[in-house]
């Protein structure tokens, strides 16, 4: 790269609404952070959305990569059979030094598979971790893994905690940010046989702001910053906290509309606290989740993804790469390399 300007490659085939969310949300965060896109797709089909758009005043560039990871294939197969499709571009952009960070909102198992065996992983890091912002009663907590690493053994859950750790402290600024394991019970000793040895290492970690057993319901009190556990649980916990938040949502507005006449003035009066709530539980707010452990950052979105979802994204990626988190996480991962079993490389 010739200057020092923060380069992010966007994919912009990805998501269900593809090139028409995902370029006006890559150009909008190109013109909030100065950072300079690389939007990897059909050529053809890139230009006639710029044409449309006609942005200014913000550096774009158009990488063609002529296919696309489908939805139904098997990350292994996009691997192995389309060399040319968007996110592996992507990704080759940024193992090549073109850009600095990836961001998608398509296949998110293809996401996944790139970015280990195309970016690489940070030395001593077995297995990656995605990690999603949730929102609280106070400020948004990091949970990890949410679906990168479905089988986990107890040092892979111990490497999310320290991964988790240097993400809250560089993108959510917190000092010694207080890092809890989930499980069934908030005693020692709680939990399956996964969770009772992952505990013992966090107990040993080296500067670690290990706070101990956290149950479910202590997700949304804002009293952790970090949120620890497999992939599979980190799903669930997110796809149900997903779920619940629009639920929350449709049955309120519901309610107030079929009530009668006081129950609808007091809606009235209380909107701008419901556009306050629905800006929370929005995923919108957050653009995506950041796939840690990486050589370089990866931002895997959701597949419903708007403009602003993709802006966001692209925003916290530059952040990420501005503030080099990467170096201060392979630095928290070197010092407790003992417990990881995988920290040789150091």
């Known amino acids: 790269m010739s200057s020092n300007k923060t380069v992010i490659a966007v994919d912009a085939m990805g998501g269900d609404l593809g090139p028409s969310v ?46 696309v990871a489908g939805m ?39 996401s996944v598979a790139c970015g280990m065996f195309i970016m690489g992983r940070i030395p ?10 949730l929102p609280t009663e106070k400020e948004p907590v990091v949970l990890l893994d949410v679906g990168a690493t479905v ?36 005693e020692e000793g709680k939990g399956n046989s996964q969770v009772k040895e992952a505990y013992e290492l966090f107990k040993m970690a080296q500067n670690l702001n290990f706070s101990g057993n956290i149950e479910g319901r202590d997700l949304f009190t804002g009293e952790m910053d ?21 639920s929350l949502s449709r049955v309120l507005k519901r309610e107030l509309l079929n009530s009668g006449f006081l129950p609808k003035l007091g809606s009235l009066l209380a909107k701008s ?12 707010e957050y653009g995506g989740a950041p796939l840690l452990g990486l050589q370089n950052i990866s931002i895997v979105c959701h597949g419903r993804s708007n ?35 995988f920290g040789r490389s150091c």
Do not use: W
Request: hydrophobic share 45%; aromatic share 4%.
């Open 273 to 284: 606290a419901f556009r306050r709530f629905a800006k929370v539980v929005d995923y919108a």
């Open 226 to 246: 970090v949120a620890v556990c497999d992939g599979f649980v980190g799903n669930v916990a997110l796809k149900l906290s997903e779920g619940l938040g629009l």
């Open 151 to 186: 089988d986990c053994k107890p040092y892979n859950i111990f490497q999310f905690g320290l991964m988790g750790d240097a993400f809250a402290r560089d993108i959510l600024n917190k000092e010694s940010p207080r890092v809890g394991l989930l499980s069934i019970g908030e």
């Open 124 to 133: 001593g890091v077995e297995r990656p971790a995605l990690a999603s912002l």
């Open 22 to 67: 995902v370029v006006p949300g890559a150009i909008e965060a190109a013109r909030q952070t100065g950072a300079k896109i690389l939007l990897v797709g059909n050529e053809a089909t890139l230009d006639g959305e710029l044409n449309r758009l006609s942005p200014s005043g913000v550096d774009l560039e158009i990488v063609h990569a002529p296919e």
């Open 307 to 341: 403009a602003k979802a993709i802006c966001n994204a692209t925003r916290m990626a530059t952040l990420f790469v501005e503030k080099e988190t990467n170096k201060r996480l392979m630095e928290t991962i070197c010092a407790n390399e003992e417990l990881t079993r």
């Open 72 to 110: 139904d294939e098997k990350p292994s197969d996009i691997l192995r059979r389309k060399k040319n499709a968007s996110i592996q571009v992507a990704c080759r952009l940024v193992r090549d030094g073109a850009a600095q960070g990836v961001v998608s909102a398509g296949h998110s198992g293809a």
